[in-house]
């Protein structure tokens, strides 16, 4: 579990709309990862409002690239628990369970497959602006099918299609 940090100082705090804005990520999402210590407890600035009673979260730039992140992993499909993993390499990497290098690892590669399908599709569009034509559309552009995949997609064209029978039969 996260600890509750230092006071951060004035010309880097930013308020959870700011932090919110600044990730692209909704304020409730952030509260949400506090809760769950996926973020740090931010430094909390009295109100006024409340007799001074603690009310105002702060936040520093370590709060904007960890909340970054987590934000990039989720648009990756990444769940919470499986967050909490990632976590655990950033807060205590010495520390961390095998199930945390095991998961960013496949994180990982899941990310360099999407990157290297991203960078076909880029040439393909790259040639596309220059008038190809058909002649662009190459393999590169199909998903990545597992290793595994032809053999489910050759069982598959072998077994012939039943056919529904009519009323009739």
């Known amino acids: 579990m996260a600890t509750k940090k230092t006071v951060v100082p004035a010309h880097l705090a930013l ?14 999402i ?9 973020l740090p407890p931010p430094t909390r600035l009295p109100s006024l409002k409340r007799g001074g009673a603690e009310a105002h979260r702060l936040y520093d730039e370590n709060d904007v690239r ?19 993993l990632l ?7 010495a520390e961390a369970q095998a199930d945390a290098h095991k ?3 496949q994180l990982l590669s899941n990310v360099q497959d999407h990157l290297n399908e991203m960078r076909g599709l ?10 190809a034509g ?7 552009d199909t998903p990545s099918i597992p290793a595994d995949g032809f053999k489910r997609m050759r069982r598959l064209v072998r077994k012939p299609l039943k056919t529904p ?5």
Not at 87 to 93: G, I, K
Request: aromatic content about 6%; charged content about 25%.
């Open 87 to 93: 976590v655990q390499l950033v807060d205590r990497p």
């Open 122 to 131: 880029e040439k393909t569009l790259v040639a596309l602006t220059k008038g």
């Open 30 to 38: 952030i509260r949400e990862y506090e809760a769950l210590g996926l």
């Open 103 to 105: 998961f960013a690892d």
């Open 134 to 140: 058909e002649s662009a559309l190459t393999l590169g």
């Open 15 to 28: 308020t959870i709309g700011a932090l919110a804005r600044l990730t692209w990520t909704n304020p409730a």
């Open 165 to 169: 029978k009519t009323p009739s039969d």
């Open 66 to 84: 960890r909340l970054s992140f987590l934000r990039r992993c989720r648009d990756l499909g990444v769940l919470n628990p499986q967050l909490h």
